[in-house]
């Protein structure tokens, strides 16, 4: 079952120009809903507002080279490890998420386009498996994140079925996946294989429609806010905070007196501060 096209199956009932439209039609949806988000939330604007701030605040100018290097950085570290997660839990499952939707949606849109119209070959096995183990691994790190991670649980006490409007993206995500699997898992099954499939239009519909009050658009601005912000270190305008002192370093402490004066000379670290304890006290 894993290695074969299960909308090869379904142009028999969808004709492929209907796939193919459905897929940019979707498209153009997280186009449209990214660019009203915009719009909506002024994002571009304060964003480019707050990177002039930080240009003006500079104390040192950043070089072309240098820029170039933060961004091919950018894209290594933030980007494709998802390196600004402190908690390993967490980048794991995030992980697992956004590899896992990548696969699912770039395979999705080259099985329809490239291997439905009657007279294609058929799709190779590892593209096929490509598309099923992308929705695995999309299932795997979402229901990680939803029954074991999510914050809220520990902290504030919500509960596993306490649906709010900032789940809409991951759960959506998660629907899509799972009735993709169950649908093509119980193709020739009849009415219950189109049950599966009428639910994985729906959650891909809800996906892709409302880009404009999900978390969606995160996939597009996250990169850029990491860019800025390794941008502010590198010209050490810092977004207005404080460097990171050394309360060791004499210059630190000529700087500041009172370190010295109420810490003595060498003042103890003073610990781990609110990551002491994870917060469980809900
Ligand atoms: C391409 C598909 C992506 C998917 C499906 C995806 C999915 C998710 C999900 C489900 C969450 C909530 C889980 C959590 O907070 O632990 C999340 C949070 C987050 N994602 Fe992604 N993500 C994608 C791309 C990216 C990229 C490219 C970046 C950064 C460069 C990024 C950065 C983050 C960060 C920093 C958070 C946590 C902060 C927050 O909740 O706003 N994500 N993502």
């Given at each position: 079952?894993?290695?074969?096209?299960?909308?090869?199956?379904?142009?028999?009932?969808?004709?492929?120009a209907?796939?193919?439209?459905?897929?940019?039609?979707?498209?153009?949806?997280v186009?449209?809903?990214?660019?009203?988000?915009?719009?909506?939330?002024?994002?571009?604007?304060?964003?480019?507002?707050?990177?002039?701030?930080?240009e003006?605040?500079?104390?040192?100018?950043?070089?072309?080279?240098?820029?170039?290097?933060?961004?091919?950085?950018?894209?290594?570290?933030?980007?494709?490890?998802?390196?600004?997660?402190?908690?390993?839990?967490?980048?794991?499952?995030?992980?697992?998420?956004?590899?896992?939707?990548?696969?699912?949606?770039?395979?999705?849109?080259?099985?329809?386009?490239g291997?439905?119209?009657?007279?294609?070959?058929?799709?190779?096995?590892?593209?096929s498996?490509?598309?099923?183990?992308?929705?695995?691994?999309?299932?795997?790190?979402?229901?990680?994140?939803w029954?074991?991670?999510?914050?809220?649980?520990?902290?504030?006490?919500?509960?596993?079925?306490?649906?709010?409007?900032?789940?809409?993206f991951?759960?959506?995500?998660?629907?899509?996946?799972?009735?993709?699997?169950?649908?093509?898992?119980?193709?020739?099954?009849?009415?219950?294989?189109?049950?599966?499939?009428?639910?994985?239009?729906?959650?891909?519909?809800?996906?892709?429609?409302?880009?404009?009050?999900?978390?969606?658009a995160?996939?597009?601005?996250?990169?850029?806010?990491?860019?800025?912000?390794?941008?502010?270190?590198?010209?050490?305008?810092?977004?207005?905070?404080?460097?990171?002192f050394?309360l060791?370093?004499?210059?630190?402490?000529?700087?500041?007196?009172?370190?010295?004066?109420?810490?003595?000379?060498?003042?103890p670290?003073?610990?781990?501060?609110?990551?002491?304890?994870?917060?469980?006290?809900?």
């Amino acid at each position: 079952m894993i290695t074969s096209n299960p909308f090869s199956e379904l142009s028999a009932i969808i004709p492929s120009a209907i796939m193919q439209a459905y897929v940019v039609l979707m498209f153009l949806f997280v186009i449209g809903g990214t660019v009203l988000d915009m719009i909506h939330k002024k994002s571009a604007k304060y964003f480019f507002e707050n990177a002039k701030k930080a240009e003006k605040a500079a104390k040192r100018t950043v070089s072309g080279g240098e820029k170039m290097s933060m961004a091919i950085s950018t894209v290594t570290s933030e980007v494709l490890t998802s390196s600004e997660f402190a908690n390993p839990r967490r980048r794991v499952s995030h992980l697992f998420t956004m590899y896992g939707f990548i696969v699912f949606v770039a395979s999705t849109a080259w099985l329809i386009f490239g291997y439905t119209a009657a007279e294609s070959a058929a799709a190779p096995g590892w593209l096929s498996a490509a598309w099923h183990l992308g929705a695995l691994s999309l299932c795997i790190g979402g229901y990680w994140f939803w029954f074991f991670i999510r914050v809220d649980v520990n902290s504030e006490g919500v509960k596993w079925y306490d649906l709010r409007m900032a789940d809409l993206f991951i759960v959506s995500c998660l629907m899509m996946a799972t009735f993709a699997l169950l649908w093509s898992a119980t193709l020739g099954a009849g009415n219950l294989n189109m049950l599966f499939l009428v639910l994985f239009i729906l959650a891909s519909t809800t996906l892709f429609s409302t880009v404009m009050w999900s978390k969606f658009a995160h996939m597009f601005f996250k990169p850029a806010a990491a860019y800025q912000k390794r941008i502010t270190r590198a010209d050490e305008s810092r977004e207005n905070l404080p460097p990171d002192f050394d309360l060791t370093d004499p210059a630190v402490q000529a700087k500041f007196p009172d370190i010295p004066e109420y810490m003595g000379t060498n003042p103890p670290n003073m610990g781990l501060g609110i990551k002491r304890e994870a917060p469980n006290h809900y």
